[in-house]
T-cell receptor, first 113, second 116 residues
Framework: AQSVTQLGSHVSVSEGALVLLRCNYS??????LFWYVQYPNQGLQLLLK??????LVKGINGFEAEFKKSETSFHLTKPSAHMSDAAEYFC???????????FGSGTRLSIRP | EAGVAQSPRYKIIEKRQSVAFWCNPI?????LYWYQQILGQGPKLLIQ????????DSQLPKDRFSAERLKGVDSTLKIQPAKLEDSAVYLC??????????????FGEGSRLTVL
C-alpha cells in the first residue's frame, strides 16, 4: 500500500528566501505524486503533479518539485518566498489513475517579513 | 465551470446528535470522494464512489457513518450518533476518472463540524 511522509510539520522562512518542503513516499508501483496547497478555511488546490513524464515538475505560483526515484522523494521548492505563500501544503501519492490518493500530514509554511 | 459545492460550511452539534453533509461534484465527474480532515492532520479518505457505486469504504466507521450517491451525481454523508472525535472538516472531492486521467482531485471548501 502507498504512503507518504512529510518531514517537518512547520517550516518558517523569510520573505525572499528559498522554500523547501520535504516529502518521501512509499509505493509498490511507479507512483503518481501531487502537491496540494490549502489556504485558511478553503479546500485543497492542486499545485503540481508528477505522472511519470519529466522528473522536474513545474506548478503554479513559481513552485516546482523533483521526482527522485532513488531517494523516494518529491520535495517542493520555490526560489523566493512571498508572503502570499503562507499556507498548509500537502504531499499526496497515488498508485495510478484508478487508485485512491493518500495524503501526508501536511507542512504549515510561515513567511517572516 | 462550477466547482465542487458543499453545504453546510459550518455545523455545531452536541454529541449523540446526528448531522448530514451534502456535496455536488463538478458536472461530468464520475468519481466522488469524502475525506475527513482532523485539525493538524492530512485528509483521510472515508469513502470513494464511482458513479453511484462504492469503490472503497474501508476507513468509513460504518457503525455511525453512512454515505450515499443515489443518482450518481450529488452525495450525502451522515453521522449518527456523533462523537467528540468526529470534530473535523469533511471535504468532498471529485474527478473524471477516465482512461489517461492523472487522478487529480478537485476539492470543495469543506464542511467544518464541531461536536460539543
Amino acid at each position: 500500500a502507498q504512503s507518504v511522509t512529510q518531514l517537518g510539520s512547520h517550516v518558517s522562512v523569510s520573505e525572499g528566501a528559498l522554500v523547501l518542503l520535504r516529502c518521501n513516499y512509499s509505493s509498490s508501483v511507479p507512483p503518481y505524486l501531487f502537491w496540494y496547497v490549502q489556504y485558511p478555511n478553503q479546500g485543497l488546490q492542486l499545485l503540481l503533479k508528477y505522472t511519470s513524464a519529466a522528473t522536474l515538475v513545474k506548478g503554479i505560483n513559481g513552485f516546482e518539485a523533483e521526482f527522485k526515484k532513488s531517494e523516494t522523494s518529491f520535495h517542493l521548492t520555490k526560489p523566493s518566498a512571498h508572503m502570499s505563500d503562507a499556507a498548509e501544503y500537502f504531499c499526496a501519492v497515488s498508485e495510478g489513475s484508478a487508485s485512491k490518493i493518500i495524503f501526508g500530514s501536511g507542512t504549515r509554511l510561515s513567511i517572516r517579513p | 465551470e462550477a466547482g465542487v459545492a458543499q453545504s453546510p460550511r459550518y455545523k455545531i452539534i452536541e454529541k449523540r446528535q446526528s448531522v448530514a453533509f451534502w456535496c455536488n461534484p463538478i458536472s461530468g465527474h464520475a468519481t466522488l470522494y469524502w475525506y475527513q480532515q482532523i485539525l493538524g492532520q492530512g485528509p483521510k479518505l472515508l469513502i470513494q464512489f464511482q458513479n453511484n457505486g462504492v469503490v472503497d469504504d474501508s476507513q468509513l466507521p460504518k457503525d455511525r457513518f453512512s454515505a450515499e450517491r443515489l443518482k450518481g451525481v450529488d452525495s450525502t454523508l451522515k453521522i449518527q450518533p456523533a462523537k467528540l472525535e468526529d470534530s473535523a472538516v469533511y471535504l468532498c472531492a471529485s474527478n473524471r476518472k477516465v482512461a489517461g486521467n492523472t487522478g487529480e482531485l478537485f476539492f470543495g471548501e469543506g464542511s467544518r463540524l464541531t461536536v460539543l
